[in-house]
T-cell receptor, first 114, second 114 residues
Framework: GAGVSQSPSNKVTEKGKDVELRCDPI?????LYWYRQSLGQGLEFLIY????????KSGLPSDRFSAERTGGSVSTLTIQRTQQEDSAVYLC????????????FGQGTRLTVV | GNSVTQMEGPVTLSEEAFLTINCTYT??????LFWYVQYPGEGLQLLLK?????DKGSNKGFEATYRKETTSFHLEKGSVQVSDSAVYFC?????????????FGTGTLLAVQP
């Protein structure tokens, strides 16, 4: 596609359930990033992929959070046993190579845990 | 660690007023600096960037100069329009070694009134 695509755009889930968030980066972009945007706060880095490898996963807040990337393309962020504090907008971005050039962001998935 | 501090909003201006949004950073090494903008209902998009000291980034009438001596990257526009109403994020790139990510400030909401 022309841009970074994320699905679903909105997700409401019950506390304790697992959720999966999907990101389709721009074709050919080798770098992929997940960020979290909470109300009134900036963008919090979660994880960085280069190809299918994740050399930096330092931002994942707990072991309930995991992510994978397959085929150097689609990525899935999984949150297990969701908690109310997980409610946020989850943003995905991709970059052709290094982020020094430009990172292109998707529209995000708004996750609400009730 | 590396960090970005930007002025808190909201900033409310009348159309054609001069805009300054302050941004300072703390970093080891020589990061690239960015301003991203998030218009209502849209994803983040790159507004401008500067990759080394004394570089000036510019786009759509906005400018920011990379000042190493003051560790700043203030965003300016001479005459704002209603269509500039958005949230503005200052960011730096933290790269080298295994990591490669953007670190964002908390964002500044700009509201321009006709």
């Amino acid at each position: 596609g022309a841009g970074v695509s994320q699905s679903p755009s909105n997700k409401v889930t019950e506390k304790g359930k697992d959720v999966e968030l999907r990101c389709d980066p721009i074709s050919g972009h080798t770098a992929l990033y997940w960020y979290r945007q909470s109300l009134g706060q900036g963008l919090e880095f979660l994880i960085y992929f280069q190809g299918n490898s994740a050399p930096d996963k330092s931002g994942l807040p707990s072991d309930r959070f995991s992510a994978e990337r397959t085929g150097g393309s689609v990525s899935t962020l999984t949150i297990q046993r969701t908690q109310q504090e997980d409610s946020a907008v989850y943003l995905c971005a991709s970059s052709l190579r290094r982020i020094l050039t430009e990172a292109f962001f998707g529209q995000g998935t708004r996750l609400t845990v009730v | 660690g590396n960090s970005v501090t930007q002025m808190e909003g909201p900033v409310t201006l009348s159309e054609e007023a001069f805009l300054t949004i302050n941004c300072t950073y703390t970093a080891t090494g020589y990061p690239s600096l960015f301003w991203y903008v998030q218009y209502p209902g849209e994803g983040l998009q790159l507004l401008l960037k500067a990759t080394k000291a004394d570089d000036k980034g510019s786009n759509k009438g906005f400018e920011a100069t990379y000042r190493k001596e003051t560790t700043s990257f203030h965003l300016e526009k001479g005459s704002v329009q209603v269509s500039d109403s958005a949230v503005y994020f200052c960011a730096l790139s933290e790269g080298g070694g295994a990591t490669n990510k953007l670190i964002f400030g908390t964002g500044t909401l700009l509201a321009v009134q006709p």
